[in-house]
């Protein structure tokens, strides 16, 4: 499964991925940004658990599931570009914000903030048509909850 999925990220025609597909490229990305700063703790593991569930509306058992073949194709992918492309034809621009708010309350999960997170994100929103300033508002909204 996860080779079919990276087959179908790197093909570079112009089709959508279908939806277990784009929910599994939006796992990876959190468990990239969840790794980013050399540390994959137990609070950024919950939270993309947590976040998987609710945006997925799946059990605990099958967001961990879910995360766990994110983790694999996450430490495969050669770099992000195929999953913010695999979201990004699939995710219309006015849900976006959304996905915005998940990266950040993964990448905030440990209590800090940190520079290659950052830059990670910064990287996510570019890709994905966000600007920086939708991206803060994004990050705020998680800090207030």
Known sequence: MIEQLLRRITDSSDQRLPEPDSRLALAALLVRVARADGQYSEQEIARIDRVLARRHGLSPEDAAALRHQAEQLEAQ?????????????????????????????????????????????????????????????????????
């Open 77 to 145: 992918a050669p770099d992000t570009v195929r999953f913010t492309r695999a979201l990004k034809d699939a995710v219309p621009m006015e849900d976006r914000d959304a996905l915005m708010q998940a990266l950040w309350a993964v990448a905030l999960a440990d209590g800090g903030r940190d520079a290659h997170e950052d830059q990670l994100i910064r990287l996510v929103s570019s890709l994905m048509g966000i600007t920086d300033q939708e991206s803060a508002l994004a990050r705020q909204k998680v800090q207030q909850d």
